[in-house]
């Protein structure tokens, strides 16, 4: 069993050894660029630490590792786009640095080459890897559209709220979690638990980041906090307030959420005042203690030695930034 | 042995009989039109006469040619919006219709529904099959940045032009049909030739479009005429007639590609003029007949009865516009 930290290692060790550089260069030049620039690379660590939790090797699956993460970094320069976010990890996106049509198609090429990096290696149960893989892809694209049609949606629940992000989110992490399984062919209940530790940790970490981002410390979090306020996107923070505001602080809420003013530091401090006298900060540290104790509760019921488990339970506290 | 009337039939059944509305309906609203819009449906016809041919099965591969029917038609989606072209089989396209950002992510999801057909039915050989899929398709997303990037260069050669026309039509019809015959697990050497008999029936027929987009009828093209020449296309035609130009020309063609007059006629006239001068028209279509010859010697070299050759010789002839 690796810990977290070597499987870090490992992951970098594989992207540093990946040539991603071919002709024509001005289509794998983003790539390489997107690939390179780093992330938390937590999706491959998930996919090695779910086949060596079974007694898989690891060696068996750094290309499906590799495939998951291109994936990944797939959709989020095509999010980027859709959104038209100007950086990404302190950088400026593919389509800022280059342009809209080199975002789309070294994005599509990605997605290709998660592929090639799938089919590289073979397994008797390939067929059902592939499918656990892209039935993830088509949820995830699921999930961005639901983000995107609640940009323009008054009516958006809770309970569509936590569907979106269990699919633009969770399930792409409970899938890596469950391809590294079935490479190291563990039984098909002890997957289903690994695959709902993977959704409510999932769950857990965007309702957190959810959390972060009204209420971070800028230096601990990374990135600036109210970001969520100034997009008026209805996170569950967002979400509940309507729900437990009173007339007078819902037309307040819904008309904040109406505006983008060039300063939005007063909309900010309005909207993160509603959300103190409502005790929504409160509500929500609780859901994510909930998610986080389901999702723990599913690792628990795994059968395998509980030692084989260290790398995950050590994985999730530092996901949801907590001391091991 | 299916003619090419039953394998187009066969196909169109196959469209009609699968749905492709799901949740969320903004996400596959735009797939089922696009997927509804119909166009020749060659590429899945190219697969079951591939497989057939070698004695397979077509209700074995009837998933595959629904795969890449809609890869194709995801690569289509794409295009449109790289190329900004507001008209597609006689509608409106994706991103006209909708927006950008639905045609961004429908393709992307139009890709992963590709793969969910690949993936529904089993094969001994399925890791190669799905091999020849995925590296066609890492090819043809390299033509259309090849295709783009000669958009802003004066130095494209002929070479380069014909690099380009494979990567981008070429090997999805190869690929067509060597998916088809690795479905009848037909011999290598066989494969290859079928591979080189789609190259060169793609060639043909992508040089022929550049012919017929200058000097064709209207009324039997069945789309406008001169819009490479008014979109300033580096074809095969204008590489050519640069090669064959003298220095005055070369002058007037290079300064008329680099301009585009809200009222293309004079300018399309004036490099018709070139073109017939320098007889473009006669050695293209020279190049045309020599493609097509080279296919069909590649058909010919193929170890199987003639008769089963007869649905991809008629296909070839159609595609070509040649009586059979």
Redesign the interface.
């Known amino acids: 069993m690796n810990s977290l930290k070597e499987l870090l290692e490992k992951v970098k060790q594989i992207f540093e050894n990946e040539p991603f550089i071919f002709?024509?260069r001005?289509?794998y030049t983003p790539i390489d660029y997107t690939l390179s620039l780093g992330g938390k690379r937590i999706r491959p660590v998930l996919l090695m630490a779910g086949c060596e939790m079974f007694g898989g090797d690891i060696n068996q699956v750094k290309d499906a590792a590799l495939g998951i993460e291109t994936f990944h970094n797939f959709t989020l320069l095509?999010d980027d786009?859709?959104d038209k976010s100007p950086i990404r990890r302190g950088q400026p996106t593919v389509y800022r640095k280059w342009n809209?049509?080199t975002a789309?198609?070294s994005?599509?090429?990605m997605?290709?080459?998660a592929?090639?990096y799938f089919?590289r290696q073979?397994h008797p149960a390939?067929?059902d890897i592939?499918?656990t893989f892209?039935?993830t892809?088509?949820g995830v694209?699921?999930g961005?559209?639901?983000d995107?049609?609640f940009e323009t949606r008054n009516d958006v629940s809770i309970a569509e709220y936590m569907e979106m992000i269990r699919l633009k989110t969770a399930i792409l992490l409970a899938g890596a979690l469950k391809i590294g399984a079935q490479y190291a062919n563990a039984p098909e209940s002890d997957i289903q638990h690994l695959y709902d530790f993977g959704i409510h940790i999932g769950l857990a970490f965007q309702l957190q980041d959810d959390l972060l981002d009204a209420f971070g410390d800028v230096k601990v979090f990374g990135k600036q906090t109210g970001t969520d306020i100034s997009d008026n996107k209805k996170t569950y923070l967002y979400l509940k307030a309507l729900e437990l505001a009173d007339e007078q602080q819902r037309d307040t809420l819904q008309q904040l959420f109406a505006t983008t003013p060039a300063n939005p530091e007063e909309k900010i401090r309005t909207v993160l005042g509603i959300y103190q006298d409502l005790d929504v900060r409160n509500t929500v540290e609780n859901i994510v203690n909930e998610e986080f104790a389901i999702a723990l509760n599913e690792l628990d019921a795994i059968h395998v030695d509980p030692k084989n488990k260290a790398t995950l339970n050590e994985l999730a506290n530092t996901l949801l930034g907590r001391k091991v």
Do not use: K, V
């Open positions: 002709e024509p001005e289509l095509h786009l859709m809209e049509n789309i198609l994005g599509d090429t997605f290709a080459l592929w090639r089919l073979s390939l067929q592939l499918n892209n039935e892809a088509i694209c699921e961005q559209q639901y995107m049609n």
